[in-house]
């Protein structure tokens, strides 16, 4: 075999084995789920998310106004979200059910209702 097809194929390879190394990764992060989450007094928005059982999920927090928190006890979850900022936080939801959040740092007079749902199905 000549030198320089032997470069090709070998060139071809190393390329198919790297792709075929990529697709599994670029798979998984197709299945995990986005969600965008703003808080602002007194709010979340959305107010309920529904999930997949055992489907990642990645929320994206801001605030749009002051300092707040997210906290899920049911999962054992909580961040702070700052105004300015994206807050990532990672779940895979591992049993069914209404689990409610709600704002764990006061912000202000109706603090108090600054709540919400997660259904998981």
Do not use: W
Request: aromatic share 8%; proline share 7%; charged share 20%.
């Amino acid at each position: 075999m000549k030198p320089c097809l032997q470069r090709r194929l070998f060139v071809l390879g190393t390329a198919a084995a790297t792709l075929s190394m990529l697709v599994p990764a670029s798979a998984r992060r197709e299945q995990e789920r986005l969600v965008q989450v703003r808080a602002r007094r007194f709010t979340f928005e959305p107010d309920e998310i529904r999930l997949a059982l055992g489907v990642p999920v990645s929320f994206e927090f801001t605030s749009l106004d002051v300092p707040m928190g997210f906290n899920l006890p049911d999962f054992g979850v909580r961040s702070d979200i700052l105004p300015g900022m994206v807050t990532r936080l990672r779940l895979t939801p591992d049993k069914a059910g209404q689990f409610p959040f709600h704002c764990d740092i006061f912000c202000g007079s109706g603090h108090e209702t600054m709540s919400g749902m997660i259904v998981v199905s």
